[in-house]
């Protein structure tokens, strides 16, 4: 989805970056992330303030995370534009960069770090800004946002495939996923780390008094304490039970994904410059849970993809899905998205992929998504495979979505059509009798309903046909056309009754379950489309025999008119 889809928060962002521009930062990837170094000390200092409260509120002794009050966001953003950015510079910076415990990544990737806003009216300019987004109202990933945004605005998002997961398609993955308490969590293409921030999240309230939990509108959580989990789930959470890795040398993506987890609580953020697919990166049979959405497209090194993927390979989204199943202790799961060519490519690396996937271990789900999930910046077509390392697959689980409840144009809008909340509950009732017969009971039902109006619409479409051919043809024309309008009306009434009860009848029809022998039958394809039942829609086409009588009547008429014509112009 477009994020920052509020329209004044995106204004205010554009001018924000305008004047970042005008203010000597001309490199993009410069403008990004100060401004994502800017909104971090911002929240740190929000989230200092919450902290605050909530001690004073539990009679607790508060531990401030800064050491000094010039330090904060609210004390050097109100001084005048010189001072501010000499504290910055000789304090706040240099503080920002030992933040963090020494076991994390963060420091690691920050020992480089530079702030290079030395304008001081930009740096008042820029904090004003911030300050009037409102940014902690926003919620959920605002680094990802904007970067997500921002690159958008470059026109570059998308050229190595490497373009943002959006966020509801995250939080369906997680939940269908189901991480536990004391799960290892990787993703091994990061990014801005949308998909372990959105695990810990899960994790958090899976693990909170449901009575502190709220919801907002768009049905995230808020008051995530995490207060069931134990010292030694805590523990593990914190340690390594969320790493991800990231090739991005220029370092940007490991900052802001840092900055990302560690200001949704995870302290010691595991997130490492790697390629994942080289040589170097060997690790095996570490983890119990994947989640991932790995460069599409983009040049690889042939000389440096590690021995233990299949090295003949080009396309990376086949050597990620061998290096997933890699990663995976025996029994662990994984949620990944793959480019649909995955799903039916016919070459060998394509076919041996999902062989790989379904002989050798368990593939759960196959959920194919409408292919305006990633505009404005890619087209692609995708789906979701769910699986489980080293078990045994008899039957996969399919979903053909088809809305996700934003318009799949480059607007990306919110709409009505969501089948997201329907994959969920289709997924969690997949093996209950009682969910799948009342189902099909249902569907059963509005199929005997919808038939007799399909069978009027039919007829309709008959009697506008030859309405249609009686204006041309009929002594009174008129007449004909009154009648034929009537009957439109009366169609478009028809339709309108047929719609809801067609859209419900495609929806219970977009969960199904496939067989392994059919799978392997058709050469492994994953495809959707292969399997669905979908009935077929009868179309009105006229009988030839009533066809050929019209026509001969208009080859009479025809041959009149010409007749008439010559006998007028040989008696002038």
């Known amino acids: 989805m477009v994020m920052l889809a509020d329209t004044k928060l995106r204004s205010q962002v554009d001018s924000l970056w305008d ?4 203010g000597g930062l001309s490199n993009p990837l410069d403008a990004i992330e100060q401004l994502s170094y800017l909104i971090f000390l911002k929240q740190l200092d929000e989230r200092e303030q919450d902290a605050e409260r909530a001690a004073k509120k539990r009679g607790q002794k508060f531990e401030p995370l800064f050491p000094n009050q010039e330090l904060r966001w609210s004390y050097w953003s109100q001084l005048p534009g010189d001072k501010a950015v000499s504290i910055v510079k000789e304090k706040v910076f240099p503080f920002l960069k030992k933040l963090g415990p020494k076991t994390g990544s963060f420091g690691e990737h920050m020992a480089t770090a530079e702030f290079k ?4 009216s930009l740096l008042i300019e820029a904090c004003k800004a911030i300050d ?15 970067y997500e945004y921002l690159l958008g605005r470059l026109n570059t998002a998308g050229t190595n495939g490497q373009f943002r997961t959006p966020r509801h398609i995250i939080r369906m993955m997680v939940q269908m996923i189901g991480p536990k308490a004391g799960e290892r969590i990787v993703d091994p293409a990061a990014g801005t780390c949308g998909f372990l921030v959105n695990a810990w999240q899960y994790l958090l309230e899976m693990h909170t008094d449901k009575r502190d939990l ?9 008051g995530l304490a995490g207060s069931q989990l134990t010292s030694q789930e805590w523990k593990l959470s914190q340690s390594e039970g969320f790493t991800g890795y990231d090739s991005d040398s220029g370092m940007t993506m490991l900052r802001i994904g840092s900055m990302n987890l560690m200001l949704h609580g995870l302290a010691a953020p595991r997130f490492h410059y790697m390629d994942a697919l080289s040589k170097a990166f060997n690790e095996e049979s570490r983890y119990d849970v994947v989640l991932a959405n790995p460069p599409f497209k983009g040049a690889i090194d042939a ?3 590690n021995p233990t993927l299949p090295t003949k390979v080009k396309k990376t989204e086949i050597l990620f899905l061998h290096l997933f199943l890699r990663l995976l202790d025996s029994g662990g799961r994984g949620a990944v998205i793959v480019p649909e060519g995955v799903l039916f490519g016919s070459s060998n690396a394509h076919v041996e992929a999902r062989k790989k996937l379904i002989e050798e271990n368990r593939l759960d789900a196959v959920v194919t998504m409408p292919s305006g999930v990633f505009r404005p910046y890619a087209g692609v077509s995708t789906a979701i495979l769910f699986f489980t390392r080293g078990a045994r697959t008899d039957r996969i689980w399919f979903y053909d979505m088809e809305h996700d409840g934003f318009s799949l144009d480059d607007k990306r809008q919110l709409v009505l059509e969501n089948d997201v909340p329907d994959v969920l509950a289709c997924w969690k009732n997949r093996k209950d009798s009682d969910f799948i017969s009342k189902r099909s009971a249902r569907l059963d039902e509005l199929k005997k309903k919808i038939a007799p109006l399909k069978a009027d619409r039919l007829k309709h479409h008959e009697i506008i046909h030859r309405l249609k051919f009686e204006e041309v043809v009929a002594v009174d024309p008129e007449k004909a056309k ?8 009366e169609l478009a009434e028809l339709q309108a009754s047929i719609a809801p009860l067609q859209a419900e009848i495609n929806q219970l029809g977009r969960q199904f379950w496939v067989e392994k022998k059919q799978v392997v039958a058709n050469k492994y394809d994953l495809s959707a489309s292969l399997y669905r ?20 009547v208009l080859d009479n008429r025809a041959r009149r008119i010409v007749a008439e014509l010559v006998e007028f112009s040989t008696s002038s």
């Open 19 to 22: 004047k970042l521009w005008s």
């Open 533 to 552: 039942e979908v009935d077929q829609e009868h179309e009105f086409f006229e009988k030839p025999a009533v066809t050929l009588e019209r026509l001969t």
């Open 214 to 222: 709220t919801y907002d509108d768009e049905g995230w959580p808020h």
């Open 303 to 305: 000389s440096d993809v």
């Open 132 to 146: 009037e987004m409102h940014i902690s109202a926003q919620n959920q990933d605002v680094q990802g946002d904007l």
């Open 117 to 120: 806003i030395n304008k001081p």
């Open 482 to 489: 009154t009648t034929r309008e009537k009957a439109e009306a």
